[in-house]
């Protein structure tokens, strides 16, 4: 009857603690399951029970702090769904208040940094004057979701497909924090900012928004030669998963390419793709196409 009570405890206090993610509450609980179990095989049946007793409050206790959690983590989510309905009706000083709640109420709620970036770009981007911005709230707030899925990360398996999404998302808020770096238009920034889209590149090197962000910065930094490289590579990716483009984006694309051979004093892929752009509408591109034709 003993061995019998001894093992139902014991599954008791197994079972609750795999599901407490406070290590210091968890670690008492284990601490006050050994010692009971040792007044159990000293005999001291009454002393051991009282043990257990105390253990069972401090498992109530942190079942109480679980759902509050739970309830906050729950009720940030809400907000954050909430600041999406009002992001797309573009009222982003509503979206950004949601987001300051919703973030109180979960301070690693990755949405709602993200989101919250988002929004605040929207919001300095609409001052006119480029020197009265200031991008270093959202650049935070990219940071934090980062380092938030960054940590979710090292509690994932390898090679699943939850860690692959993970990173998937990691990438693309790296890609929005390079952005916003580049928009100091100051060398440390570009240098800065390519090491963004370096690192999100190897979170998901199948995001083509890396390398085409990459292109950019590289071109910023006179880096000609890489800036190819990786509008190449967009190019492929682009073209590998199918992805719809407009005959402007297109052209865009493709005048870029052509300039960035144009500095590398390429003639003959300048015109190449300076054609391609071309026959895609860009007029723009005719400058360089003549100017690069070959004789």
Excluded at 100 to 109: C, G, K, P, T, V
Excluded at 135 to 158: E, H, K, S
Excluded at 208 to 215: H, M, S, T
């Amino acid at each position: 009857m003993t061995r019998l009570f001894f093992i139902a405890i014991i599954s008791t206090f197994i079972f609750s603690s795999e599901n407490l993610r406070a290590q210091e509450d968890t670690l008492t609980v284990k601490k006050l399951m050994l010692e009971g179990i040792a007044r159990m095989e000293a005999g001291k049946i009454k002393e051991a029970i009282e043990v257990f007793d105390r253990g069972r409050e401090t498992l109530n206790k942190i079942a109480v702090k679980q759902d509050e959690k739970n309830i906050n983590t729950i009720r940030s989510t809400e907000l954050t769904r909430q600041a999406e309905r009002e992001i797309r009706q573009n009222n982003f000083e509503g979206a950004l208040a949601l987001l300051n709640e919703a973030i109180e109420y979960n301070d690693r709620n990755i949405e709602a940094y993200k989101y919250r970036g988002s929004v605040r770009l929207t919001l300095e981007e609409q001052i006119e004057r480029k020197k009265s911005r200031n991008y270093q709230a959202l650049l935070n707030d990219y940071t934090n979701a980062v380092n938030i899925a960054i940590r979710t990360i090292d509690t994932t398996p390898r090679n699943s497909q939850e860690r692959k999404e993970v990173e998937k998302e990691i990438a693309k808020i790296l890609i929005n924090r390079a952005f916003v770096k580049m928009q100091s238009q100051k060398s440390a920034g570009f240098y800065s900012a390519i090491d963004d889209y370096s690192l999100a590149i190897r979170y998901d090197d199948q995001n083509w928004d890396g390398f085409l962000g990459r292109a950019v910065a590289y071109n910023s930094v006179k880096d000609y030669r890489r800036e190819v490289n990786d509008y190449l590579k967009a190019i492929e990716l682009i073209q590998k998963y199918d992805f719809r483009m407009s005959d402007e984006e297109w052209g865009k694309l493709y005048l870029n390419v052509a300039m960035a051979y144009t500095n590398l004093r390429q003639p003959n892929f300048a015109y190449e793709y300076s054609t391609r752009s071309y026959n895609l509408g860009n007029k723009e591109a005719e400058k360089i196409m003549e100017r690069s034709r070959p004789k």
